[in-house]
């Protein structure tokens, strides 16, 4: 399967700082990629989808200007939260897809980002 | 009409038994669906998918079978193994790329 890379895998924060997590597809190149949150034991909400070159679209209760998502390049998603609260801790997810042609999309997932925030 | 029902929550096998798990939709528009083995810590791993068209893929002692009717599709681990023990997740998505994902399945395979 295709590879994508998240970093870093495990970040410890103070409350009030901000923390950027990258994803990166490393052999495709993904016009689409997705950030999800996930709670323990629970499965992947899906915060928003980020398009290269725009704006991304975020789901309904995801705060835009506390999840900041930019999509620079056709390999590189970043998620930036900002003012970084203990509830915010939480295990983060980018998959980025893979346009197959006429056997459609795949997407794949990245190892996951460990926040904490104390 | 968005959701993707999955069970059993969580499952319990023997060596070398059969895993089943299965998965339920209500959005025809639906046209793939992958199933993910998920090991704590990590993110998703994409481990088979299926496209309407057809009514059942293997690959290895993986198969997923799918009945679109009913819409329905199933999640078969032929010859069970410890190793298989992980959280699988089965999702839906159409050509928006937007994956809808179940509530994932606990899978516990006794040595």
């Known amino acids: 399967g295709a590879v994508v890379s998240q970093h870093p895998s495990r970040v410890i924060c103070k409350s009030g700082t901000s923390v950027k997590i990258e994803c990166r597809s490393l052999?495709?190149?993904?016009?689409?990629m997705f950030w999800y949150r996930q709670f323990p034991k629970q499965s992947l909400m899906l915060m928003a989808t980020?398009?290269?070159?725009?704006?991304?679209?975020?789901e309904q209760g995801v705060e835009k200007d506390k999840f900041l998502i930019n999509h620079a390049s056709l390999t590189l998603s970043t998620l930036t939260v900002t003012s970084a609260h203990p509830e915010d801790s939480s295990f983060y997810i980018c998959?980025?897809?893979?346009?197959?042609?006429?056997?459609?999309?795949?997407?794949?997932f990245g190892q996951g980002t460990r926040l904490t925030v104390v | 009409q968005q959701q993707v029902k999955q069970s059993p929550q969580s499952l319990i096998v023997q060596k070398g038994g059969i895993s089943i798990i299965n998965c339920a939709y209500e959005?025809?528009?639906?046209?793939?669906f992958p199933w993910y083995q998920q090991f704590p810590g990590k993110g998703p791993a994409l481990l088979i998918a299926?496209?309407?068209?057809?009514s059942e893929k293997k690959e290895g002692r993986f198969t997923i079978s799918f009945n679109k009717s009913a819409k329905q599709f199933s999640l078969h681990i032929m010859d069970s193994q410890p190793g298989d023990s992980a959280t699988y997740f089965c999702?839906?998505?159409?050509?928006?790329?937007?994956?809808?994902f179940g509530t994932g399945t606990r899978l516990k395979v006794l040595a």
């Open positions: 299926i496209r309407p068209d057809v």
């Open positions: 999702a839906a998505a159409s050509g928006t790329y937007k994956y809808i």
């Open positions: 052999d495709f190149q993904a016009t689409t």
């Open positions: 959005n025809t528009a639906f046209d793939y």
């Open positions: 980020s398009n290269e070159g725009s704006k991304a679209t975020y």
């Open positions: 998959s980025a897809s893979r346009n197959r042609g006429a056997q459609g999309t795949e997407a794949f």
